[in-house]
């Protein structure tokens, strides 16, 4: 067996080549969710993986063995529910509302422009078509939200962004004054960093 207990999320630094030769371990969300785990790659070896507690192994994360090789992780297509906007009177505040409602009862949800998925379950496609969505169900990869307090959260950096505004003000007295906002920006907040 093989020890891993190094991730490079979604491979950066490396280069483009060395992903291309990399092993693959396709694995689901159930396997993925775990800091633990034991799996074959695609050379047919058996990794045992031990990452630090807490750690989610998202698809194109790059998994790296004792011996130095790397193994590329694909998410494998897994049965989800996919909730959608009614294409005739629907509006992306029904998709907000509904990734609230699931929210308050923990859900797991992987968030999109246009679509949510959850994992299947018959009680919350009933809530979401009463809400008057279109919920299928589909084979996708699944890549739920990390959670606000995730370290390196799904979807957005998983730091909060200082920054110092200072604004200089001439009121036409002569004399400037400087006004520090302060601001702290969370993910997604419309700067580029």
């Known amino acids: 067996m093989l020890t891993v207990n190094k991730l490079i999320s979604q491979g950066h630094g490396l280069a483009p080549v060395l992903l291309k030769r990399a092993a693959t371990a396709v694995l ?6 775990k800091s633990r785990f034991d799996t074959e790659d ?3 070896r058996t990794l045992g ?3 630090p507690r807490g750690s989610v192994v998202r698809g194109g994360d790059v998994l790296v063995a004792e011996d130095g090789s790397l193994i590329k992780v694909i998410a494998t297509p897994q049965p989800v529910l996919v909730v959608r906007t009614c294409p005739e009177h629907g509006t ?4 907000l509302r509904a990734a609230y409602h699931l929210g308050n009862r923990h859900v797991q ?6 679509h949510l998925h959850l994992e299947p379950d018959h009680v919350l496609a009933d809530m979401l078509r009463h809400m008057h969505l279109i919920v ?3 084979l996708a990869p699944f890549e739920p939200e990390g959670g606000a307090y995730a370290a390196g959260g799904h979807g957005g950096h998983g730091h909060a962004h200082e920054h110092d505004h200072r604004h200089q003000h001439d009121h036409g007295h002569g004399h400037g004054h400087a006004h520090d906002h302060g601001h702290v920006h ?8």
Do not use: A, N, Y
């Open 42 to 44: 695609s050379q047919g």
């Open 49 to 51: 993986v031990f990452l």
């Open 92 to 95: 992306p505040l029904d998709l």
């Open 186 to 193: 969370g993910p997604g907040c419309g700067h580029d960093h």
């Open 109 to 114: 949800l992987e968030v999109q422009p246009d």
């Open 136 to 138: 299928t169900e589909e």
């Open 28 to 33: 689901d969300w159930d396997t993925r969710q």
